[in-house]
């Protein structure tokens, strides 16, 4: 009984001490996606970046109140509302850089993370390609050694919002 319970300690302290070092080695959450649309490039561009329509291709998205929006577009911020299972979650955009038909970068701000969404715009042969590019901060250590093993599970949420986007975009 005492070998169990020994062999069983060292397994949780093994399982404890892996948790604890990925927070460490993995300090944030980097990923890729990507996406083609059938459509020109200037179309999809401003198609993705009309505030109104977002909630037609993420339906998380519960409200987007703009709170300072400025002539060329960098630097404004808008409080966003996403339910997510269940649970009502404000952040904070901002859009830090933003070139028509090229790129445009936006940065969230919310309680338990800090995440940059790079989004490249190309278009090939009548065909709109979105790469995106993300980084996810975790706030606090316990968190960071949480988000270390969700790599996979933030890239299928950011996956299935390009694919609901093209969607949207071509279903028009």
Known sequence: ???????????????????????????????????????????????????????????????????????????????????????AIEMLETVSYYQVDKKVVLEFDADMMSKTDQYTFAEKDGTSIISHQSTVQAKGYINRCFFAFLKGSFRKIDQVGLDNFKKYAEGL
């Open 1 to 87: 009984m005492k070998r169990i319970l020994k062999s069983v300690l060292g397994v949780v302290w093994l399982l404890l001490t892996i948790f604890l070092l990925a927070g460490l080695l993995f300090p944030q959450v980097e990923y890729d996606t990507q996406t083609s649309i059938n459509l020109p490039l200037s179309e999809t561009f401003t198609l993705f970046n009309d505030t109104e329509k977002i909630k037609e291709w993420i339906p998380e998205i519960q409200s987007i109140t703009p709170i300072k929006e400025t002539s060329g577009i960098v630097g404004s911020q808008y409080k966003m509302v996403i339910q997510n299972e269940g649970t």
